[in-house]
Every structure is written in structure tokens, then in C-alpha cells.
T-cell receptor
């Protein structure tokens, strides 16, 4: 079965410190990888995606993600966390193929708590 | 461009009733996907529509259905509501949705509570 895992339910980091939110995937073929963020009572906001090319992808609000094919991972990173980054983060994959049209497979989400 | 809009934002229904949720995609987008978000099951794919046709469907019972109109607006319907249908229902739009690399842009969701 195709799946995405976010091994940490919650990540705590002090403001100004670097942050990492982990994501690993288990899918067939060569998937496309996405990160979304969700603030309370809001929908999902797109941060970045990996399609091909450079393994380090830069996205919105200073976030970046590192794709590692051998480890099937796509960890989200930010050099210096802000209190306003506190939210729920989702990793997602999209597998090419007609049977997967329009379908993202999501991890269970990681709550990021940035403390002042 | 305006983002994805969903109406209503909140709904309270009782068991056995039916409900219809609406989603207007970003202007020019023709693909709409629906997801259910619950604390226990997380985010799960319901179905996807393109050009008024359902192209893909997730593992949900037949009580969950949808449709898409010629202007790409989409509705989903849940009949014979159960307590377990309480969730945040999210829709997402994509320009054409033909490439797996296309980004899905999400609306704010409709919070459905079933009593």
C-alpha cells in the first residue's frame, strides 16, 4: 500500500533555532512530493513541492525541503523558526498514473510549536 | 486571483439527514478534488472531477457523491448522515490536473457536525 509517514506528532523548537519536520514515503514509481501548512480553522496552504532536479527545494516563507531518493524522505526545514510558524504541517505525495488523478496521499501531520 | 471558496463554512446536521457542500475553484481551474479531514483518519481523498466527469474516487461508501458543473463549480453530497461523517471537508482545485506535478490549492473547508 502506498503511504506517507510523519514520524513525529509534534516538534518543539525555540524561536530563532533551525527546525526540521520529517517525512518519509512508501510508494511505487517516482512520486511528486508536497508540503502544506494548516492554521487553526483554515484550509491547507501550499508551501513547496519537489518534481525533479535539485534535491533542495525552496518554498514560501523561508521554508525549504530536502529530497533524498535513497532514503525515500522529504524533510521540511527552515534555518530560523518564527513563533508565527506554529501550525500543523502535512507532507503529501502524488503518484503519476491515470488511477491516481487528482489524488494526494497525506501523512498524518506534525504539529510545530515554536516558543519565544 | 480569488482563491478556492467553499460554502457554507459551518454546518450542523442530525443523523439520517443529507447535506450538500459547495466548492468554487480558482478561476480557470477545471479540476476539483475533495478530501475529508478527521482527527482519527487524517486527510483522505474522496473524489476528483474534471469537465463535469468524475475521474477518480477514493474508498468511501456510496452515500458520498459529487458532481461538477460546466463552470467547474463542484458540489458534494452526503446522504443518510452518520455521526462518523463529522469532519472538515476540503476541496482543492488544479488547472487541469493532468500532470501529477500540478499543485492543488485548497479552500478553507466546510466544518460538518453531525448530532
Amino acid at each position: 500500500a502506498q503511504s506517507v509517514a510523519q514520524p513525529e506528532d509534534q516538534v518543539n523548537v525555540a524561536e530563532g533555532n533551525p527546525l526540521t519536520v520529517k517525512c518519509t514515503y512508501s510508494v511505487s514509481g517516482n512520486p511528486y512530493l508536497f508540503w502544506y501548512v494548516q492554521y487553526p480553522n483554515r484550509g491547507l496552504q501550499f508551501l513547496l513541492k519537489y518534481i525533479t532536479g535539485d534535491n533542495l527545494v525552496k518554498g514560501s516563507y523561508g521554508f525549504e525541503a530536502e529530497f533524498n531518493k535513497s532514503q525515500t524522505s522529504f524533510h521540511l526545514k527552515k534555518p530560523s523558526a518564527l513563533v508565527s510558524d506554529s501550525a500543523l504541517y502535512f507532507c503529501a505525495v502524488r503518484v503519476p498514473g491515470s488511477s491516481n488523478t487528482g489524488k494526494l496521499i497525506f501523512g498524518q501531520g506534525t504539529t510545530l510549536q515554536v516558543k519565544p | 486571483k480569488a482563491g478556492v471558496t467553499q460554502t457554507p463554512r459551518y454546518l450542523i446536521k442530525t443523523r439520517g439527514q443529507q447535506v450538500t457542500l459547495s466548492c468554487s475553484p480558482i478561476s480557470g481551474h477545471r479540476s476539483v478534488s475533495w478530501y475529508q479531514q478527521t482527527p482519527g483518519q487524517g486527510l483522505q481523498f474522496l473524489f476528483e472531477y474534471f469537465s463535469e466527469t468524475q475521474r477518480n474516487k477514493g474508498n468511501f461508501p456510496g452515500r458520498f457523491s459529487g458532481r461538477q458543473f460546466s463552470n467547474s463549480r463542484s458540489e458534494m453530497n452526503v446522504s443518510t448522515l452518520e455521526l462518523g461523517d463529522s469532519a472538515l471537508y476540503l476541496c482543492a482545485s488544479t488547472s487541469f490536473g493532468l500532470a501529477a506535478s500540478d499543485t492543488q490549492y485548497f479552500g478553507p473547508g466546510t466544518r460538518l457536525t453531525v448530532l
